[in-house]
């Protein structure tokens, strides 16, 4: 069974930074597109960006500047790092993975940002 494991998300004041992680297993296959999603209350989840096997990167406008996602092939892990958040950037965070022709979610993690 395919599980997503997500690590990293807290609280922390405007300009500050946090790193999420999250790691896929239980596949014996390894993953394409790998990416984070984010849904505010009261919102729709958006896309915030994708990176794939090759490293090619994606992020929405509202990040780009800021946020920097990587991936670790090897263990079939990918990061977010986000930098100088904003109040706007307060959500929860799901990983995101397709794997043979699949798509998995993760749990998600809270990221609040004070101002």
């Known amino acids: 069974q395919v599980q997503l494991v997500e690590s990293g998300g807290g609280l922390v004041q405007a300009g500050g930074s946090l790193r999420l992680s999250c790691a896929a297993s239980g596949s014996g296959f390894s993953t394409n597109v790998m990416g984070w999603y984010r849904q505010a209350p009261g919102k729709q989840r958006e896309s915030v960006a994708t990176i794939t096997t090759g490293g090619i990167t994606n992020y929405a406008d509202s990040v780009k500047g800021r946020f920097t996602i990587s991936r670790d092939n090897a263990k079939s892990t990918v990061y977010l790092q986000m930098n100088s958040l904003k109040p706007e950037d307060t959500a929860v965070y799901y990983c995101?993975?397709?794997?043979?022709?699949?798509?998995?979610w993760g749990q998600g993690t809270q990221v609040t940002v004070s101002s």
């Open positions: 995101n993975a397709w794997i043979m022709l699949r798509n998995y």
